[in-house]
């Protein structure tokens, strides 16, 4: 009994003396979003990462448009937006064992889409896409690229037919679908899947907390990827 109450006195005196470590992200609900209480999977996946450690994320959502710029222009030391062109000060640390497959969606037609017919369409992305080397293939492709500040404006263009795809994943359409009361069901995904997103957290290895957030990640192995 008595080591057990050592142990919770413990667990209270680290996560009451925690550190606050800012966190910065982008709206990507269900798995990033300022709108609910848990700020999307995402979130907590890194807040359970967390637990019972010296530090405490403080997540900072940044607008979509201007996400990249923060990125390469501030200094930070965690962040869910990764950095256009990654570098050797990045870490990229895995946070789930699945990914995201990207895709495109287009409203639904009787034929089967490979999601190969880009020439002459437009493409409605989040902005951070664009160091997806798939989605700089698009245009290649022939393909013209239009940026949103969310899924659902994405699809919203869809719908007004503005744009001829949207790029995303199956999660995420479903999520902004719901909001904008549109079956899901009515999209139809591509049978190409352009990128498998991972879950993941960069880390900055040029913050002053670098080592001790690198060592704890380290020590609960989770998986961390150098550039």
């Known amino acids: 009994m008595y080591?057990?109450?050592?142990?919770?006195?413990?667990?209270?005196?680290?996560?009451?003396?925690?550190?606050?470590i800012e966190v910065i992200a982008f709206e990507y609900p269900p798995y990033l979003t300022q709108h609910s209480t848990d700020q999307g999977e995402a979130v907590a996946l890194l807040q359970h990462?967390?637990?019972y450690s010296a530090f405490s994320p403080k997540i900072r959502f940044i607008n979509n448009r201007d996400a990249q710029q923060y990125v390469n222009n501030r200094k930070w030391c965690l962040s869910f937006i990764p950095p256009q062109s990654p570098t050797k000060q990045h870490l990229q640390v895995i946070l789930a064992d699945n990914t995201l497959p990207?895709?495109?969606?287009?409203?639904?037609?009787?034929?089967?889409?490979?999601?190969?017919e880009l020439k002459d369409k437009v493409i409605a992305h989040l902005p951070i896409?664009?160091?997806?080397?798939?989605?700089?293939?698009?245009?290649?492709?022939?393909?013209?690229?239009?940026?949103?500040?969310?899924i659902e404006q994405g699809i919203s263009l869809l719908l007004n037919q503005e744009v001829d795809y949207v790029y995303?994943?199956?999660?995420?359409?479903?999520?902004?679908s719901q909001k904008l009361n549109f079956p899901a069901m009515l999209l139809q995904d591509s049978a190409t899947v352009?990128?498998?997103f991972p879950i993941s957290v960069w880390l900055n290895t040029q913050c002053q907390n670098a080592q001790q957030l690198r060592?704890?990640?380290t020590q609960q192995r989770y998986s961390i990827y150098h550039f």
Do not use: M, W
């Open 3 to 20: 080591r057990i109450i050592i142990g919770l006195l413990s667990c209270y005196l680290v996560t009451s003396h925690a550190q606050d």
């Open 49 to 51: 990462a967390f637990a």
């Open 102 to 116: 990207l895709t495109l969606f287009r409203l639904a037609e009787p034929q089967v889409f490979i999601g190969n």
């Open 129 to 150: 896409s664009l160091g997806d080397n798939k989605v700089r293939a698009f245009v290649d492709s022939g393909a013209q690229l239009a940026p949103v500040e969310t």
């Open 168 to 176: 995303g994943d199956q999660q995420a359409i479903d999520f902004a």
């Open 194 to 196: 352009f990128y498998h």
């Open 215 to 217: 060592d704890h990640f």
